[in-house]
C-alpha cells in the first residue's frame, strides 16, 4: 500500500486549502485515515482522522470547525478541507491509515502503518 498526499502551498490567513490523499494497493476499506502535522522543532500532532466503517470522525481541538476530514465514494480518496487558517497552521502535513488500527491510538502517530510522503502548508500573507 502507498499514500499519496498532494495539495499544499501558500495560503495567506483566513484562506482555504483542501488536501488530499490516495492509496494505492487497496482500497480504504475498513480503515482509518488520519491526518498529521509536524512544524519545524515540534513533535508530530494528530489533526484529524476517518474511521471509514461507521464513518466517523475525529479532531483536534485545534482543528475542530475549521477542518473538515471526508472520503470519496470509492474510498481511494482522503481530503482535509482546511478553512480559516492561521500562521500556526504551517506545518508539514502527511496522511496516514491502517487496517486494523484500535480506537485508543487513534491519535498516535506510531500506531498507523501507512504513510504519505507529506505536503508542505504554509500560512503567510
Known amino acids: 500500500v502507498q499514500l499519496q498526499a498532494s495539495g499544499g502551498g501558500l495560503v495567506q490567513p483566513g484562506g482555504s486549502l483542501r488536501l488530499s490523499c490516495s492509496a494505492s494497493g487497496r482500497t480504504f476499506s475498513g480503515s482509518t485515515v488520519a491526518w498529521f502535522r509536524q512544524a519545524p522543532g515540534l513533535e508530530r500532532e494528530f489533526v484529524a482522522a476517518l474511521r471509514w466503517r461507521g464513518g466517523y470522525t475525529y479532531y483536534a481541538d485545534s482543528a475542530k470547525g475549521r477542518f473538515t476530514i471526508s472520503g470519496d465514494n470509492a474510498k481511494t480518496m482522503v481530503f482535509l478541507q482546511m478553512n480559516s487558517v492561521t500562521p500556526e497552521d504551517t506545518a508539514v502535513y502527511y496522511c496516514?491509515?491502517?487496517?486494523?488500527?484500535?480506537?485508543?491510538?487513534?491519535?498516535?502517530?506510531?500506531?498507523?502503518?501507512?504513510w504519505g510522503q507529506g505536503t508542505q502548508v504554509t500560512v503567510s500573507s
Open positions: 496516514a491509515a491502517d487496517w486494523s488500527l484500535i480506537l485508543s491510538s487513534l491519535y498516535s502517530a506510531p500506531d498507523y502503518d501507512y
